[in-house]
């Protein structure tokens, strides 16, 4: 007997202690100070009073930019129904301020905290003033409000390129169209997370206009954008170009494009970025543009588009390329007799893979000294008559065939293995006076002259060892002219004088 009385005790204090925690857990008139006194109470499903008060209704809350949406289904016999909605540890506070129809069955929270959670509970009251039970609390977060894209359309060739700002917290975007005469269609698959999109195969001539606004995670929309919208326009031909390498310079032509307005003309090198050639002044009459101040030897890749009347971008055509040739300049040859034979030197030219040195005497042709591999800048003509005149010149090759100018020929004479003498001619009256200067291991001097239609012939009877010599009994007006050598009397000789000239 006194453990079914122990056993009933234990029971009934369970039962008191659960109705204790859903007493003070719910909002109750009789139990929470502050909730407001409206003298009605709430009769508990199981009681003797069941059968009198309606049922509580069953919520859901949806959370929103800034509010939460609570609904439920009708409850039978009720007239009217309270939210009430609590915060953290606050106390609960009737939601709705006006009360809500038997046929309700939403209510709208609005004014709320991004990112708080709120709690909500509910009951329905009949005519008489019974009220329900409280319905299970339910709860939601508020959305962060999200910011509206800021929207941009560029038309183009029966497209339109539609662009944004990513926008804080959103997960995807929804984007909408609408031409004139038709209805606003969505235009994305609805999973747009991307900050652009490309509107295609759209038709000429027509305005389409946008406006796109965001989705949270939970799939709830932001504010709309503002309305843009671009006319689409129709495709031109691009421009066929031909392309045609000079002298630092390309030449790009093309046949005229029915119904464009301009052209464009873009171009690239290898690695590099498409920039425009053009300076934006190719009119529907050119036919042509010349790309200049280009590196010697560099490939450049051009592709042209046209342009409509309101300045449209038609499509590119395919590219072209060119080649700029190799520019090779002219040597500057340096000469440098001694003992029967001329040593020759010149700069190194850029872009240059070998050289060709021709030499040349008064009575023959010229001819090639190389053998064709020259790839030096220097070369010494041996084994040369003392005294004999040399003209040389000589330009630079590159492996792909260009030629480069000839260098101005320039002579000198082989030297004997006495030095040169260097002579001057002084005109005095019918007299000349020919002078040198001394020349280290001379013993003697050969003196020659020469008038204009006659013969060299020697002034010196072979004793001559001064260093002048005085001409005389000459004609007044004509033009004598003089060469010299040095001699040694065991035989050495040099290279025989550049000439002078006097005129009595």
């Known amino acids: 007997m006194k453990k079914l009385f122990l056993f009933l005790s234990l029971g009934t204090l369970a039962i008191v202690a659960a109705i204790g925690v859903l007493t003070f857990a719910l909002p109750s008139s009789e139990l929470d100070l502050a909730f407001p006194q409206d003298g009605s109470v709430a009769h508990n499903p199981g009681s003797?009073?069941?059968?009198?008060?309606?049922?509580?209704?069953?919520?859901?809350?949806?959370?929103?930019?800034?509010?939460i949406t609570i609904s439920w289904q009708t409850v039978?016999?009720?007239?009217?129904?309270?939210?009430?909605?609590?915060?953290?540890?606050?106390?609960?506070?009737?939601?709705?301020?006006?009360?809500?129809?038997?046929?309700?069955?939403?209510?709208?929270h609005t004014g709320l905290t991004d990112g708080e959670t709120y709690f909500y509970t509910a009951r329905s009251?009949?005519?008489?003033?019974?009220?329900?039970?409280?319905?299970?609390?339910?709860?939601?977060?508020?959305?962060?409000?999200?910011?509206?894209?800021?929207l941009t359309a560029t038309a183009g060739v029966n497209q339109v390129d539609i662009s944004w700002q990513a926008v804080t917290g959103a997960a995807g975007y929804e984007l909408w169209a609408w031409e004139e005469s038709a209805d606003w269609v969505q235009i994305d698959d609805g999973s747009l997370t991307a900050t652009s999109y490309t509107h295609s195969d759209l038709d000429e001539g027509l305005t389409?206009?946008?406006?796109?606004?965001?989705l949270n995670n939970n799939d709830n929309p932001g504010p709309w954008s503002d309305k843009v919208h671009a006319t689409v326009y129709a495709d031109l031909d691009p421009p066929v170009l031909t392309a045609t390498a000079g002298d630092g310079r390309i030449s790009i032509s093309w046949p005229t494009?029915?119904?464009?307005?301009?052209?464009?003309?873009?171009?690239?090198?290898?690695?590099?970025?498409?920039?425009?050639?053009?300076?934006g002044s190719l009119t529907s009459a050119s036919t042509s543009f010349t790309h200049t101040g280009l590196t010697s030897g560099d490939t450049y890749y051009y592709i042209g588009r046209s342009l409509t009347a309101a300045g449209h971008n038609g499509l590119f055509g395919q590219p072209v390329a060119a080649t700029v040739p190799v520019t090779l300049t002219a040597p500057t040859l340096t000469l440098t007799p001694s003992h029967a034979q001329i040593a020759l030197s010149w700069q190194a030219i850029t872009g240059a893979d070998s050289y060709e040195l021709w030499t040349w005497?008064?009575?023959?042709?010229?001819?090639?000294?190389?053998?064709?591999?020259?790839?030096?800048?220097?070369?010494?003509?041996?084994?040369?008559?003392?005294?004999?005149?040399?003209?040389?010149?000589?330009?630079?090759l590159s492996d792909d065939g260009t030629e480069g100018a000839w260098s101005e020929y320039v002579g000198a004479i082989a030297a004997g293995e006495?030095?040169?003498?260097?002579?001057?001619?002084?005109?005095?009256?019918?007299?000349?006076?020919?002078?040198?200067?001394?020349v280290t291991g001379a013993d003697t001097y050969e003196l020659w002259y020469w008038i204009s239609g006659s013969d060299w012939q020697r002034l010196d009877d072979g004793t001559l060892a001064a260093t002048s010599y005085t001409h005389t009994g000459l004609t007044t007006g004509t033009t004598y002219i003089y060469t010299l050598r040095a001699l040694s009397n065991d035989g050495k000789e040099s290279a025989w004088s550049e000439h002078a000239s006097a005129t009595p």
Request: aromatic content about 10%; overall charge negative; glycine content about 6%.
């Open 48 to 67: 003797s009073e069941a059968h009198d008060h309606p049922d509580a209704p069953t919520l859901a809350a949806t959370a929103g930019n800034g509010q």
């Open 76 to 108: 039978a016999g009720a007239s009217h129904y309270e939210i009430w909605v609590r915060q953290g540890t606050d106390p609960w506070t009737q939601a709705n301020t006006t009360a809500l129809a038997a046929t309700a069955t939403s209510f709208i």
């Open 125 to 150: 009251a009949n005519a008489s003033g019974v009220k329900s039970p409280w319905s299970p609390q339910v709860e939601a977060t508020v959305n962060p409000e999200l910011a509206a894209p800021v």
């Open 208 to 214: 389409y206009y946008y406006q796109i606004r965001t």
């Open 257 to 279: 494009v029915t119904d464009a307005h301009g052209y464009q003309i873009w171009t690239a090198q290898d690695g590099a970025d498409w920039e425009q050639a053009d300076d």
């Open 361 to 396: 005497q008064e009575g023959a042709d010229w001819v090639q000294l190389d053998d064709g591999s020259l790839t030096a800048t220097s070369f010494t003509h041996a084994s040369l008559t003392v005294g004999s005149r040399h003209y040389y010149a000589v330009r630079a």
């Open 418 to 438: 006495l030095p040169t003498p260097v002579l001057t001619a002084t005109a005095s009256g019918p007299q000349i006076t020919i002078t040198w200067q001394a």
